[in-house]
């Protein structure tokens, strides 16, 4: 089964480096943004990958946790036009979008698609007491505090990545009722 990845910044970075370490190999990963100095406080990438393209690095990042991953990077901005396209080989995608617009067009885009949606809302701030998962129809799952906006909050790597471990326990029991 091939898990999408849409978005490599400091959510789609965290869960797929969770689900690598579980035993995973198969998947898309798809942005087009490339690692900046700011991302290296809470992303999976290092000082010397600044410039480079997210799904490069993160590949690279991977395949030196585990032989055999299959990943299929692709640096692109997925929109309306091509986002049913990019993720027709996935049964599994992960929102690691960083804004509104972009998170709502996927859910929006995939929601009849029957395909598990695994999405964050809420990643900002220090405090992690408040977040919960949401299981809002069968398919579609979103974990966070559902308030604490990155407009008004600063992102740190315990609360992003306590999120994105909460959404990698979430793939991990679908692949596991396989």
């Known amino acids: 089964m091939r898990i999408g990845i849409a978005g490599v910044g ?3 970075s965290n869960v797929i480096l969770h689900l690598v370490r579980a035993g995973v ?11 900046q100095p700011s991302n290296l406080n809470r992303q999976f990438y290092f000082i010397d ?5 997210k799904v490069e690095a993160i590949k690279l990042n991977l395949m030196r946790i585990a032989n055999g991953l299959d990943i299929i990077s692709e640096n692109k901005k997925l929109s309306e036009e091509n986002i049913i396209e990019t993720f027709k080989d996935c049964e599994i995608v992960v929102e690691g979008f960083d804004n509104e ?17 695994v999405s964050a809302n809420g990643v900002a701030g220090i405090d992690t007491s408040s977040i919960i998962v949401k299981n809002i ?15 008004n909050s600063k992102l740190y790597s315990h609360k992003v990545s306590h999120i994105a471990s909460l959404m990698a326990e979430i793939v991990l029991k679908k692949l596991e009722n396989n």
């Open 49 to 53: 990958q600044i410039g480079m393209s």
């Open 10 to 12: 400091g959510i789609g």
């Open 25 to 35: 190999k198969n998947f898309r990963v798809v942005d087009f943004d490339v690692v």
């Open 101 to 117: 617009f972009d998170k709502t067009m996927l859910i929006r885009m995939l929601f009849d698609s029957k395909k598990l949606i």
């Open 137 to 151: 129809s069968g398919n579609i799952f979103i974990v966070g505090d559902f308030s604490t906006d990155i407009k």
